[in-house]
């Protein structure tokens, strides 16, 4: 397992904007996914970057408002227009090298590696 650490979380009103970072290592050569879990909700996949130009994955209830971009060792989940819904704990994860993302979405179970997490609170 690689240890990811995460950072870049916290309190934005409504319309506001965060960047979150995962940084690990190495990661060149993994794909990269975060996810999110909100209370008493399950963990879901927001977005996803392989190790290929223009292999992304983004769920459809950010798609316009979330970039994910990755430079060498750190992955960034830039997040526009953040509305309330947006409210959960944001972990990344790395695959063990495979380096793909799935266009029609990652499961947890893909990845092996984990962050502790971010909390983003999105709120007026």
């Known amino acids: 397992q690689l240890p990811l650490v995460e950072s870049g979380g916290g309190l934005v009103q409504p319309g506001g904007s965060l960047r979150l970072s995962c940084t690990a290592s190495r990661l060149d050569g993994s794909a990269v996914a975060w996810f999110r879990q909100a209370p008493e909700k399950e963990r879901e996949e927001v977005s996803c970057?392989?190790?290929?130009?223009?292999n992304t994955y983004y769920a459809d209830s950010i798609k316009g408002r979330f970039t994910i971009s990755r430079d060498k060792n750190t992955v960034y989940l830039q997040m526009n227009s953040l509305k309330p819904e947006d409210t959960a704990v944001y972990y990344c994860?790395?695959?063990?090298?495979?380096?793909?993302?799935?266009?029609?979405?990652?499961?947890?179970?893909?990845?092996?590696?984990w962050g502790q997490g971010t909390q983003v609170t999105v709120s007026s």
């Open positions: 994860a790395a695959d063990g090298g495979y380096g793909v993302c799935s266009k029609s979405g990652n499961i947890p179970y893909d990845f092996g590696s």
């Open positions: 970057i392989g190790t290929s130009d223009g």
